[in-house]
């Protein structure tokens, strides 16, 4: 009697075992065919930005490229990518093509800021959000502009020039009419000039903007004034390093290279060079490591509907855009090591290279 009733126990207790093993081996076994399933079903998919860029014919924007496309992967971001080569039709053709493959977030840096409005509105009516980058998207309400302090940039180029020439024949270069930096650049470098122009040191020979801020363009405008004006020329406020390469050629063509004083900006290695052999005088930095991160975390942060936690504006005609704005920093020969070359953005041998 009592033998068969504890074997009878322990039969019933080892297959209660068995089975809630196998209930185990099921419960272990279940969610992870539910994992399986969720993959597809509640997906972990990965956010979707596109990125329409105006041109890659200046170094800046080859290496803030290359920069959002690291930071992106380094996020899970999967970066569609568009250079409209200094076309607005073109810039606008491919983010509407951007927009049709369900990005989340578009960033752009316009080619024309008045014409990129459209791109604003057409993302917008599809639910995607815009970064208005490096360049400001005027008369229309981009999620946020993401910069530097571009009018901070005109005043160390024109803080620089004004320490460099003290009076004479200057010649003012601007960039391109429809690229609202130029605006910028321009307004932050005569708040440093005007007062020289208005006491009469200085007199103004040439005021031009430089279309597509071409190279080629400032070259010819250089030559112009150089040649209408005998070659009494004593500072020339060039708005970047290609620019100023444009212009160093004419002045070199005179053997006036490295005898008239000349800004830019960029920081990009044939500026650096020019630098180091005494030709350009100045260029700016803005680093493009600083406004890449800044750029791709404000994407993650407006796919996800947080807050950025900008609290600048700056206004396109229609609106105080949200704004962050990175700083810029002037180089000459004397903090090209410092803040370049220790600064791991460059290396030594690239600089200086004889
Ligand atoms: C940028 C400059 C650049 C210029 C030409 C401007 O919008 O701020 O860094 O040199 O465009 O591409």
């Known amino acids: 009697g009592m033998k068969k009733v504890v074997k009878f126990i ?18 272990a076994s279940t969610p992870s065919s539910d994992d399986t399933s969720d993959q597809t079903a509640a997906p972990e998919e990965k956010l979707k930005v596109g990125l329409s860029f105006p041109t890659q014919r200046e170094e800046i924007w080859v290496k803030d490229k290359v920069l959002l496309e690291q930071e992106a992967e380094k996020q899970g971001i999967e970066l569609l990518v568009q250079v409209s080569d200094n076309d607005a039709a073109k810039q606008q ?20 800021g008045k014409a990129a409005a459209t791109i604003v509105e057409k993302a917008h009516e599809m639910g995607v959000k815009v970064i208005s980058f490096e360049r400001l998207i005027l008369d229309s309400d981009p999620d946020v502009y993401i910069s530097f302090d571009n009018v901070k940039v005109g005043n160390v180029q024109g ?16 960039g391109d009419p429809l690229d609202n930096n130029a605006k910028l650049f321009k307004q932050g470098a005569m708040e440093k000039l005007q007062p020289k122009i208005d006491s009469g040191d200085y007199t103004v020979v040439m005021e031009q903007a430089v279309k597509d801020w071409q190279p080629g363009e400032a070259m010819k405008l250089m030559e112009n004034a150089l040649t209408a004006n005998k070659n009494n020329i004593q ?14 050629q004419a002045l070199a063509a005179q053997g006036l ?17 020019r630098i180091v052999e005494g030709v350009q005088g100045m260029t700016v930095f803005k680093d493009s490591r600083v406004i890449c991160k800044a750029t791709i975390e404000a994407a993650i942060k407006l796919a996800n509907g947080e807050d950025l936690g900008a609290n600048n504006t700056v206004n396109n005609g229609k609106m105080d855009v949200l704004s962050i704005l990175c700083t810029p920093t002037a180089i000459d020969e004397s903090n090209i090591d410092e803040i370049l070359i220790d600064g791991g953005v460059f290396v030594k041998e690239d600089i200086y290279k004889q």
């Not at 290279?257 to 060079?273: N, S």
């Open 10 to 27: 322990s039969q019933a207790v080892i297959l209660l075992m068995v089975v809630s093993l196998l209930a185990g081996c099921g419960a």
């Open 93 to 112: 053709a491919q983010c509407e093509n951007l927009l049709s493959q369900g990005i989340e977030v578009l960033i752009v840096g316009a080619h024309d």
């Open 159 to 174: 803080d620089w020039f004004v320490s460099h020439v003290d009076k004479g024949n200057i010649v003012i270069l601007s």
């Open 235 to 248: 500072g020339v406020l060039a708005p970047n390093d290609g620019t100023a390469g444009g212009c160093i």
């Open 257 to 273: 290279d490295g005898k008239i004083p000349i800004t830019g900006q960029d920081a990009e290695l044939a500026g650096l060079q």
